[in-house]
């Protein structure tokens, strides 16, 4: 469409797919840049509210580029082959949430160290690439900004983590 040669494409970015991995790795930059900030909190607890009000922050910015979300968005729910190129940007944020989440609380199991995260990493998905349902299905909800999201996803989410079983997997429970 921006009628390119598609020699130069080849030339400069080997093949189309990699000037697409290219474009998603450029789409999470602002995610990743949040992500790399230093926590200063004095608690773990306010650590992990840094960090997911970070992560919401720079996801929800309003001068982020629409286009960045909702290709990110189709990225996860339809995976193309040049996602598995982004797999040292996607484990950044992850592995920071487990650190945060581990010491929280050190004595749950990996596995549920890893459900815990996915949980988390859940809703910041569910806010990010789902606000046009929540506003549906809750119009008098008002608007939902990313500082009031982090928060309840971090009480939400420290809630869980508290009433979690130590050392037990949470799979075993069911």
């Known amino acids: ?14 093949d189309k797919m990699e000037l697409y991995a290219l474009v998603l790795r450029r789409a999470y930059d602002r995610v ?21 009000c970070a992560m919401l922050t ?9 286009w960045h979300t909702q290709l990110l968005g189709r990225e996860l729910i339809q995976p193309t082959p040049a996602l598995d190129r982004l797999d040292d ?3 950044k944020p992850s592995r920071r949430l487990r650190e945060a989440v581990r010491e929280l609380r050190p004595d749950l199991s990996d596995e549920a160290l890893v459900l815990a995260v996915y949980s988390i990493v859940g809703q910041c998905v569910f806010y990010v690439h789902h606000r046009h349902l929540v506003r ?7 608007e939902l900004t990313a500082q009031s999201l982090a928060r309840h996803v971090a009480d939400f989410s420290l809630a869980a983590l508290r009433q979690l079983p130590a050392g037990r997997d949470n799979a075993t429970r069911l």
Request: hydrophobic share 40%; aromatic share 6%; proline share 7%.
């Open 58 to 66: 720079s996801a929800l910015d309003p001068d982020r580029p629409k």
């Open 89 to 91: 940007v996607l484990q």
């Open 1 to 14: 469409r921006a009628g390119a040669n598609i020699a130069a494409v080849n030339y400069h970015f080997h």
């Open 136 to 142: 549906r299905l809750y119009p008098t909800l008002g």
């Open 32 to 52: 990743l840049s949040a992500v790399d900030q230093a926590l200063t909190a004095d608690s773990p607890e306010g650590r992990m509210r840094q960090l997911l």
